[in-house]
């Protein structure tokens, strides 16, 4: 039994160690992967290879801030469905020295995700990730076939489409999603996990400073997003901490009331790059 199996195990791993090789020395990076949970993996595995000036921490809000437009100087780990928390975490526990954090505060009734920060910064896989492509999100097969064939077609950078239809459905779930604020007692622990992650950046010599993008105008003095501006600035006053202005004039245009078009979120981009030399 055991001799029928070595072929096939002298088979995978020369088979793996080829394809390690290829993927090691191609000419040529993965920028983008499948689906957008494999980018949030890749994005935060990009920021802990890399030693940007300042990272940007928070939901798929700050997701869709385009990332070519801010790097090198910022290295974006917003994290669709996921939280700032998170992303704070995985900054404080990654060893990095940024010169700036800046937190997203829409969403900071979102939990912390600690199987995602540990998967993230654990050893041995950080150090096979730092070393080898074939461990990294964007080079899986899967990944990589993907990008392959979406490279070939063309579609590789194709926007996503909302109709009409679909964007008044989804103005409208907003609507009633912020109709309330969040559980008080929640949100308040939510805060206190924030402050403590931002003290132990600023003890490494870290500054932090927070941002609040700019959402449909009708649903920008919803009772959730009034709660939560009061809460969050209450407990990290402007007077103390750094906050930008990423306003947009006359309102920002977004896909489903919270989530900017391309256009604005170029616009946003290219505020938070004229504006963090403020907080430092």
Request: glycine fraction near 6%; proline fraction near 6%; hydrophobic fraction near 45%.
């Amino acid at each position: 039994m055991q001799r029928s199996l070595l072929p096939i195990a002298i088979t995978a791993a020369l088979s793996f160690t080829a394809y390690a090789a290829f993927v090691q020395f191609a000419p040529f990076t993965v920028p983008v992967v499948q689906n957008q949970v494999d980018t949030n993996m890749m994005r935060a595995q990009n920021f802990l290879r890399a030693h940007p000036q300042t990272v940007l921490v928070g939901s798929s809000l700050t997701f869709r801030l385009p990332p070519a437009l801010l790097e090198p100087q910022v290295s974006n780990i917003g994290m669709v469905g996921g939280s700032s928390l998170t992303g704070l975490a995985i900054v404080d526990g990654s060893g990095q020295r940024p010169k700036l954090v800046l937190v997203e505060t829409n969403l900071l009734e979102r939990p912390l995700d600690q199987p995602t920060i540990d998967s993230q910064l654990r050893f041995p896989e950080r150090f096979l990730r730092d070393h080898l492509r074939v461990f990294r999100t964007g080079y899986d097969p899967a990944n990589l076939l993907w990008f392959g064939l979406t490279t070939l077609t063309h579609q590789v950078n194709a926007e996503f489409v909302v109709t009409p239809e679909a964007a008044r459905a989804f103005l409208a779930e907003q609507q009633k999603f912020k109709s309330r604020p969040p559980e008080t007692i929640a949100f308040h622990q939510k805060m206190k996990q924030t402050a403590a992650l931002v003290a132990s950046l600023e003890a490494k010599g870290i500054k932090v400073g927070f941002f609040e993008l700019p959402i449909d105008k009708g649903l920008a003095n919803s009772a959730a997003d009034t709660f939560i501006r009061r809460e969050v600035t209450k407990a990290f006053p402007p007077g103390r901490y750094c906050w930008l202005d990423l306003g947009v004039q006359n309102g920002a245009h977004t896909l489903d009331g919270v989530h900017l078009t391309t256009e604005d979120a170029r616009l946003v981009a290219g505020k938070i790059l004229a504006q963090q030399h403020t907080c430092l």
